[in-house]
């Protein structure tokens, strides 16, 4: 039996599983069939419990476990309040080791100012080697084309070595390809079928709460990440946020980090309330958990690590106290539409306002929770000293529609400077 990182003195995943199971016949048919088939991606059964994790026992509930829920347009919001479920913590893989610096690869568009200029200060302040750094050139737009993409994926393939395990993309556009974010369709491949029906169930991603530090060696893919803002003042503060974030919370003691999860009235966007972990001090972890009512932490939480939270616009985010290595993303149709077309809040609104990555759909998800940022599988991986890239792909199930934004290298709880 595999040894899993979890929160003490709560139920194991063999008795919380069957307690729950014995609640539905055909809830039993949907989680024998989510098992089996994380068991043979390689992946443990933290799907299954997520869908749990919750009020299992509604048809609401029980329609989520389904490999093939019915989801709603995130655009299509419902003005109605939650139901408070019984919250649980997940057991999650125990991770030995993260990506370090000299695994990662940068890709510049040399045909983007702000590219370069962002490009080179990465690769200063991380101490990146030449054999690191790769430079094309590329159509500044929010779209690539399939061929344009073509020929930056064989780049990537023939520059890069197996040593290489992760990249970072120095640029803010091109943030798609068709209906697919570039950071999927660089780690994943394109997927030509995505744009006949964007919000239909996907495969799992083979990275999904993986326990691999090396996903190069293991799955056969590269994670990847923009180093995206608004301008590039703001993405120099965003990559020396994440160096300075290197093992800053390793040792415990002093700050007492803060972890907002945020229950919304807007139903749509809401979905991933029931995946939330119990409020309440975690000594063990040195954390403060909260879950909160509301859009966003009131102004001037402090010390804060992470916030999540279900809505299409939110503000006053830069009047958080954010910790460097700080994660924050909202569950909505378009936050990962980075040139802002879309009329709601994005990715580039965490990232301006202190967060040091984050997380957004670039075409139409639906509200599939599987196709965004797992609430405590995003917390688990990153406080056993993942990294951001590391932790933020781990916990997406599907994530071929969303774009990762941030410094990948930002490891607050890692246990080693490079």
Same mark, same amino acid.
Request: glycine share 6%; aromatic share 6%; with cysteine.
């Given at each position: 039996m595999s040894r899993r990182f979890g929160i003490p003195g709560f139920p194991a995943y063999f008795y919380m599983a069957k307690r729950h199971l014995a609640m539905q016949t055909r809830v039993h048919r949907q989680v024998r069939e989510i098992g089996l088939s994380l068991a043979r991606a390689g992946a443990s059964a933290v799907l299954l419990m997520s869908c749990l994790a919750g009020a299992v026992a509604s048809e609401a509930a029980a329609e989520?476990?389904?490999?093939?829920?019915?989801?709603?347009?995130?655009?299509?919001?419902?003005?109605?309040?939650?139901?408070?479920?019984? *919250?649980?913590? @997940?057991?999650?893989?125990?991770?030995?080791? *993260?990506?370090?610096p000299s695994q990662i690869g940068l890709v510049i568009n040399v045909a983007d100012p702000y590219s370069v200029e962002v490009g080179e200060h990465y690769r200063q302040v991380h101490r990146l080697g030449d054999d690191q750094v790769l430079r094309v050139e590329l159509p500044v737009a929010s779209q690539l084309s399939v061929a344009d993409f073509e020929r930056l994926r064989a780049s990537i393939g023939d520059f890069f070595g197996d040593r290489i395990q992760a990249l970072a993309l120095a640029w803010v556009r091109p943030f798609a @390809?068709?209906?697919?974010?570039? $950071?999927?369709?660089? $780690?994943?491949?394109?997927?030509?079928?995505?744009?006949?029906?964007?919000?239909?169930?996907?495969?799992?991603?083979?990275?999904?709460n993986s326990r691999s530090s090396l996903p190069w060696r293991d799955h056969g893919l590269r994670p990847s990440m923009l180093l995206a803002a608004s301008s590039v003042a703001?993405?120099?503060?965003?990559?020396d946020r994440g160096h300075a974030s290197v093992g800053r919370l390793a040792?415990?003691?002093? =700050? !007492?980090?803060?972890?907002?999860?945020? =229950? $919304?009235?807007?139903?749509? *966007?809401?979905v991933r309330a029931s995946l939330f972990p119990p409020a309440g001090p975690l000594r063990s972890l040195g954390i403060e958990v909260k879950v909160e009512e509301g859009v966003l932490p009131a102004p001037g939480s402090t010390d804060v690590l992470l916030v999540q939270t279900g809505i299409?616009?939110?503000?006053?985010?830069?009047?958080?106290?954010?910790?460097?290595?700080?994660?924050?993303?909202?569950?909505?149709?378009?936050?990962? !539409? @980075?040139?802002?077309?879309a009329g709601q809040s994005t990715v580039l609104d965490w990232i301006d306002a202190g967060a040091t990555a984050s997380y957004g759909a670039v075409s139409e998800p639906c509200n599939h929770p599987q196709k965004f940022p797992h609430p405590q599988m995003l917390l688990l991986h990153y406080l056993q000293g993942s990294s951001a890239i590391e932790a933020y792909w781990k916990s997406v199930a599907w994530p071929r529609q969303g774009v990762f934004v941030g410094d990948p290298l930002a490891a607050p709880y890692a246990r080693m400077r490079p």
């Open positions: 989520q476990a389904s490999t093939a829920p019915q989801a709603r347009s995130a655009s299509d919001a419902a003005s109605s309040v939650t139901a408070a479920p019984q *919250r649980r913590w @997940l057991p999650a893989p125990r991770v030995n080791g *993260r990506i370090m @390809l068709e209906c697919q974010s570039i $950071t999927a369709a660089l $780690t994943l491949g394109r997927d030509a079928r995505l744009c006949t029906a964007t919000c239909a169930k996907q495969s799992l991603s083979p990275y999904f703001q993405a120099r503060r965003l990559i040792l415990r003691g002093g =700050v !007492v980090p803060s972890v907002h999860y945020m =229950v $919304t009235t807007d139903a749509a *966007r809401n299409a616009r939110f503000q006053g985010a830069e009047s958080l106290d954010w910790l460097p290595g700080a994660l924050a993303d909202h569950l909505t149709s378009f936050g990962g !539409v @980075l040139d802002r077309s």
